[in-house]
């Protein structure tokens, strides 16, 4: 292929989570850079405030820390922002289908359509970079000598990955062309099940106990909600004492 078919008008972004499943865990940052003809126009950077205690190893990894996350919104209010930022462009990422998981889970909830392609450069470095050599985005930023000073921060690590983008671009576009061109993004939200009768009756008890005033409808709430809240009440409050 010529270098003239390059993509090199795109939106490459990374996400930082509580953990590994789009369902279960939540958003805690978003980072992106838009490119246009392969420069870098605007930035988007976010935290987002989970609805749960960190792990400890997110703290450790990322460097994101509850105090960072204080006054951060919650994830309903970053991602459309982050949709608009966007737009129609065409979407890129290092192992791309995980970062697009949690927000094809996030803007499914929302009601906000999000059928994107996307370009991934960790597929890309597979199948052209040598078997021997690891494809993390740490090591190909050391490949190409790279500076990335935030590793495990979703804007840096964004803009890492688009200039690693161009790197591979000029090495191996012309012999390996199909690796670099945008596929459907396609993932399948699970069906979320909804509260059961006894997380309602624990719930309600957990939060009359404390005095906490709670909003939201609870019969809105799904199971993993549900769970995640009442985990949350009795890591920051306390159990219901016997004889309640």
Same mark, same amino acid.
């Given at each position: 292929?010529?270098?003239?078919?390059?993509?090199?008008?795109?939106?490459?972004?990374?996400?930082?989570?509580?953990?590994?499943?789009?369902?279960?865990?939540?958003?805690?940052?978003?980072?992106?850079?838009?490119?246009?003809?392969?420069?870098?126009?605007?930035?988007?950077?976010?935290?987002?405030?989970?609805?749960?205690?960190?792990?400890?190893?997110?703290?450790?990894?990322?460097?994101?820390?509850?105090?960072?996350?204080?006054?951060?919104?919650?994830?309903?209010?970053?991602?459309?922002?982050?949709?608009?930022?966007?737009?129609?462009?065409?979407?890129?990422?290092?192992?791309?289908?995980?970062?697009?998981?949690?927000?094809?889970?996030?803007?499914?909830? #929302?009601?906000?359509?999000?059928?994107?392609?996307? $370009? /991934?450069?960790?597929?890309?470095? =597979? %199948?052209? @970079?040598? +078997?021997?050599?690891?494809?993390?985005?740490?090591?190909?930023?050391?490949?190409?000598?790279?500076?990335?000073?935030?590793?495990?921060?979703?804007?840096?690590?964004?803009?890492?990955?688009?200039?690693?983008?161009?790197?591979?671009?000029?090495?191996?576009?012309?012999?390996?062309?199909?690796?670099?061109?945008?596929?459907?993004?396609?993932?399948?939200?699970?069906?979320?099940?909804?509260?059961?009768?006894?997380?309602?009756?624990?719930?309600?008890?957990?939060?009359?106990?404390?005095?906490?005033?709670?909003?939201?409808?609870?019969?809105? #709430?799904?199971?993993?909600?549900?769970?995640?809240? $009442? /985990?949350?009440?009795?890591?920051? =409050? %306390?159990? @219901?004492? +016997?004889?309640?």
């Amino acid at each position: 292929m010529n270098k003239s078919d390059r993509i090199t008008s795109f939106v490459c972004f990374d996400i930082e989570t509580t953990g590994l499943s789009p369902e279960e865990d939540y958003i805690i940052e978003i980072g992106a850079v838009k490119v246009r003809e392969g420069k870098i126009t605007e930035y988007f950077n976010e935290l987002v405030k989970p609805p749960v205690a960190l792990p400890e190893k997110i703290i450790e990894l990322t460097g994101i820390t509850e105090d960072m996350l204080k006054e951060a919104q919650n994830q309903d209010k970053v991602i459309p922002r982050f949709v608009e930022f966007a737009g129609d462009d065409i979407l890129m990422g290092h192992n791309i289908m995980f970062d697009y998981s949690f927000l094809k889970v996030g803007t499914s909830r #929302l009601g906000i359509p999000f059928e994107k392609q996307g $370009i /991934d450069t960790l597929k890309i470095s =597979k %199948g052209t @970079i040598p +078997e021997e050599e690891s494809k993390s985005l740490a090591n190909l930023c050391s490949l190409y000598k790279v500076v990335n000073p935030s590793a495990h921060r979703a804007f840096h690590d964004a803009k890492a990955t688009a200039v690693i983008y161009a790197y591979l671009c000029n090495d191996f576009f012309t012999e390996h062309g199909g690796l670099f061109m945008p596929a459907d993004l396609n993932y399948k939200v699970k069906k979320s099940q909804p509260i059961t009768d006894k997380q309602k009756n624990y719930l309600n008890h957990l939060l009359k106990y404390h005095k906490i005033e709670y909003v939201e409808q609870i019969e809105g #709430l799904t199971r993993n909600e549900a769970s995640r809240l $009442i /985990d949350k009440i009795i890591l920051n =409050k %306390g159990r @219901i004492n +016997e004889g309640f």
